[in-house]
């Protein structure tokens, strides 16, 4: 099985970034034990700050991957074109959030991507980067 893990912006500062809310482990120990722990799954992790390369990184993986986990991080919450993008490809994608984005400001309520998700996870901290691996499992 091929799943990639995809991080919108900010997510680069996982560890460092108001940790209250998004933990204190940066994402490539997160990457790590996810790695150790799911041996047997082909994964892979891109982050991007920039809109467009999350939608060309969409685009490359999303006839071939078994499976796509998104944190579109604030574009979830902007952005058509990355919206646009989960529902032109084939892959399946997973939405997941760090935090409980209903539990927080009005504008974090909306989302351009669940639309055309397979699901969505959020509120489970990074935990939910492991339940989004398991759902494809
Ligand atoms: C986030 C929630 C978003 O609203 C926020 O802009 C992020 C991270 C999360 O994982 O909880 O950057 O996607």
């Known amino acids: 099985m091929r799943l990639i893990i995809i991080n919108g912006p900010n997510l680069n500062l996982l560890g ?18 996810l790695k150790d722990k ?17 939608i060309d990184k969409l685009h490359e993986v999303g006839f071939n991957y078994d ?7 604030a574009y979830t919450h902007t952005s058509v074109g990355i919206g ?4 032109g490809i084939e892959t399946s994608v997973v939405e997941i ?3 409980n984005i209903h539990a927080r400001e009005d ?3 909306q989302s351009y991507i669940a639309p055309n998700a397979k699901g969505v996870i959020f509120g489970f901290g990074v935990k939910g980067y492991e339940l989004a691996i398991q759902s494809f499992l």
């Open 38 to 54: 799911y041996s047997s799954i082909d994964l892979e992790y891109y982050q991007s700050n920039i809109e467009g390369e999350i």
């Open 97 to 99: 959030h760090i935090s």
């Open 84 to 87: 646009d993008a989960v529902k």
């Open 16 to 33: 460092k970034r108001e940790p209250e809310i998004y933990g204190s482990e940066s994402f490539d120990d997160i990457f790590n034990s």
């Open 67 to 73: 499976g796509v986990i998104l944190n579109a991080a």
């Open 107 to 109: 504008f974090r309520h």
